[in-house]
């Protein structure tokens, strides 16, 4: 299994940014799907975003179009969340994951297809 750990979460008042990290220590993370996820109070997890690294393709939960954007940094094994204009209901634990050999982009966000999972980071968006 791959290990991830992700970092960078924190607290932010609303309309604020953060970038969250998700960094792998086993091995590369160029040759996996890298999914963000995130967990509320209350609420079931779901998924925010992901990214296809073998071909660059992502993806998005669609309420959070034009406001998370993901991305990867090859030379330093990471993948990034980008959280712009962030609103009180962001607030959640972030996690990153790797999805297994079976995975399919039009059920990107299926919690199932991810089998490595890291620890997650807290955001809390609150003034």
């Known amino acids: 299994q791959v290990q991830l750990v992700e970092s960078g979460g924190g607290l932010v008042n609303p309309g604020g940014s953060l970038r969250l990290s998700c960094v792998s220590s086993?091995?590369?993370?160029?040759?996996?799907?890298i999914g963000w996820f995130r967990q509320a109070p209350g609420k079931e997890r779901e998924g925010v975003s992901c990214?296809?690294?073998?071909?660059?393709?992502?993806y998005y939960r669609d309420s959070l179009v034009g406001r998370f954007t993901i991305s990867r940094d090859s030379a330093k094994n990471t993948v990034y969340l980008e959280m712009d204009s962030l609103l009180p209901e962001d607030t959640a634990i972030y996690y990153c994951a790797a999805a297994g050999n079976i995975w399919s982009p039009i059920a990107w966000s299926f919690a199932g297809y991810y089998d490595s999972w890291g620890q997650g980071t807290q955001v809390t968006v609150s003034s």
């Open positions: 086993a091995f590369t993370l160029n040759d996996h799907v």
């Open positions: 990214i296809d690294t073998r071909d660059g393709m992502t």
